[in-house]
């Protein structure tokens, strides 16, 4: 469990400075388009960059606290034993997908991107970079959900 903490610490620390990022960025977009009088040229890119990152990144710290949206009407009916086994059902259902859309589709898209050599029209960053975040989501949600299934923490 002391890793599954410093990784949480790590994301946690990461998110909140992706975040105060955004806020400069934001504040400068701002400050140069009424005050200044000329909109800076890289800030609207950076932040929907930045986006994607805490977004994704976002997912993936959710889904190892727990915090993450659920609908437990089914499991409710359902006694203790009943709701271990499909809390382990759903994080396998978990698993899976993340391997299939968000490790494998992810680091495709990844391939496909840096192989084409895209950049992104303001930044001049290779797209790649930004999409990297989604199979690094998808290891981070897999982490979780199998620490959650050996751990006995799926209640």
Known sequence: ????????????????????????????????????GTPSS?????????MIWVGVLGAAYISGRKMHVAIDLFPAKLNKEGQAKLKVFVNILIILFCFGALIVGGIRLVYITYTLEQYSAALQIPLALVY????????????????????KQVL
């Open 132 to 151: 990297l975040v989604i199979p690094i989501s998808g290891v981070l949600i897999i982490f979780y959900k199998i620490s959650d299934i050996f751990n």
């Open 42 to 50: 890289f800030t609207d890119e950076l932040a929907r960059y930045l």
């Open 1 to 36: 469990m002391e890793i599954r903490q410093k990784i949480d610490k790590i994301l946690g620390n990461t998110l909140a400075f992706i975040m105060a990022i955004m806020v400069v960025n934001v504040l400068w977009q701002v400050f140069t388009r009424f005050v200044v």
